[in-house]
């Protein structure tokens, strides 16, 4: 799967549980954690700017592999280390993500993973 494809399939997943016409744009935003946990939070405002949260138990959980796979193309595959990410949708399907290192959440996780 490429990167263009795994952005798509987030994107559709994201699309398939806004459940208006008339939104502005859509987010997910990422804790990576490790291979095999990560914590999304999320959702979509309004043209209103009313803010709804998404319900990922409502999602497709191919969400969850959409973003492994991303993390493992893009930290591993390009030396670019993420813990973070953010994935922006507009209505057009102009998407935007950004990833970034959280140094601080680093260290909170390797100190839950030693006790």
């Known amino acids: ?3 263009e494809n795994i952005h798509q399939s987030i994107a559709d997943n994201m699309v398939d549980n806004i459940f208006i016409n008339d939104w502005a744009n859509a987010f997910i ?3 990576y954690y490790d291979e095999s946990a990560l914590e999304l939070e999320g959702g979509y405002k309004t043209k209103s700017n009313d803010f709804i949260s998404f319900k990922f138990r409502n ?3 191919r969400i969850i592999s959409d973003f492994h796979r991303l993390h493992k193309i893009t930290s591993f595959d390009s030396g670019k280390k993420w813990n973070r990410a953010a994935f ?4 057009t399907g102009k998407f935007n993500i950004d990833v970034n ?3 601080e959440l680093a260290d909170e ?4 993973s030693n006790k």
């Open 101 to 103: 290192w959280d140094q």
């Open 29 to 31: 935003t990422v804790e």
């Open 59 to 61: 999602f497709d959980r």
């Open 109 to 112: 996780i390797e100190r839950f």
């Open 1 to 3: 799967m490429t990167i």
């Open 88 to 91: 922006t949708l507009e209505p």
